[in-house]
């Protein structure tokens, strides 16, 4: 079993700054991706930035302003948000995907909120 632990969430003015993290731990044998995900009240739960061995992927309306990054030896994940929008408040959720000891897992923290409010 694979527990996903987000933290850092708040309450920021807009322009503002906020910096996530989330942190995988459990029976985990390999970790293939990790990613950011939110939603809105009354929306559906859509990725923000995910990131790979290899990549990184980000939405349209994050590029630029949002940076996704990893420490694998931590099996952590940090979201550094910059220049923070109203549109940007949401509960984010990390996902973690990969192998644990027997099984695949598809892991979900439980949330935590951001909000971006003057």
């Known amino acids: 079993q694979v527990q996903v632990v987000e933290s850092g969430g708040g309450l920021v003015q807009p322009g503002g700054s906020l910096r996530l993290s989330c942190a995988a731990s459990?029976?985990?044998?390999?970790?293939?991706?990790m990613g950011w995900y939110r939603q809105a009240p009354g929306k559906q739960r859509d990725l923000v930035a995910a990131?790979?061995?290899?990549?990184?992927n980000y939405a349209d309306s994050v590029k630029g302003r949002f940076t996704i990054s990893r420490d694998n030896a931590k099996n952590t994940v940090y979201l550094q948000m910059n220049s923070l929008k109203p549109e940007d408040t949401a509960v984010y959720y990390c996902?973690?995907?990969?192998?644990?000891?027997?099984?695949?897992?598809?892991?979900w923290g439980q949330g935590t909120q951001v909000t971006v409010s003057s």
């Open positions: 996902n973690a995907r990969g192998v644990g000891l027997k099984l695949n897992f598809d892991s």
């Open positions: 459990g029976s985990i044998f390999a970790i293939y991706a």
């Open positions: 990131i790979t061995s290899s990549s990184t």
